[in-house]
């Protein structure tokens, strides 16, 4: 499996990203730079968490901008896979390509720790590695993960099974003491209608090793790449 990894002024999370995805390929990813405008053939494009331009205006608001992301939505709508992590997420937001946007969390502080995720539909390449209803745990590192959108995106996101993810307790359940940043409807990650494009805001590459306190990445990248060969 090809993959690509879009880097940004202020990216940071493209190693951590590129290991993950090398684990799980045996293959290194091609870092592109922002500024180019032509990408690889590839099977999968990922925009990876960190500050893009500094977060300056809003979070993802010049990324969105940039020459490569021309050529990003073009794949897109040829049907590549994209996959915004964190920052990316934002970027996908502030593009078009997913609806609703990502505000301050609801605390106004950086928030970086573990956190459990509820998987909501694991029918899609990127989801394939789990079980519906599944509880994984991964990292978040993010000041702006309050996901928001108006009462028919939502209900349209419910509906049509394009929630992936949501912030959950350990045992699954939704109290909303678990949704830590006040997202609506505690959700962690959306699909795009074809299923083809994924935002979330936690980190699974980040999950993929015992040396970085859990592995329930890994089955994320996995599932991924059998999807994808």
Known sequence: MRAAVII????????DLCAALTRATGQ????VWHR??????SDLIVLPGGFAYGDYL????IAAHSPIMREVRKRADNGTPILGICNGFQILTEAGMLPGALLPNRSLRFTCRDIHLRVENSQTIFTCGYEA???IRFPVAHHDGNYTADAETLDRLDDRG???FRYCGADGGLAETDNFNGSARAIAGIFNEART?????PHPENATDPLLGGTDGAAFFDGLVSALQ
């Open 8 to 15: 940004f002024p202020g990216s940071n999370r493209e190693s």
């Open 28 to 31: 290194i990813p091609v870092r």
């Open 36 to 41: 180019d405008a032509n990408l690889p053939p």
């Open 58 to 61: 809003r979070c993802g608001a």
């Open 133 to 135: 209803g599944q509880t």
């Open 162 to 164: 394009l929630v992936a």
């Open 197 to 201: 494009i994924l935002g979330l805001m």
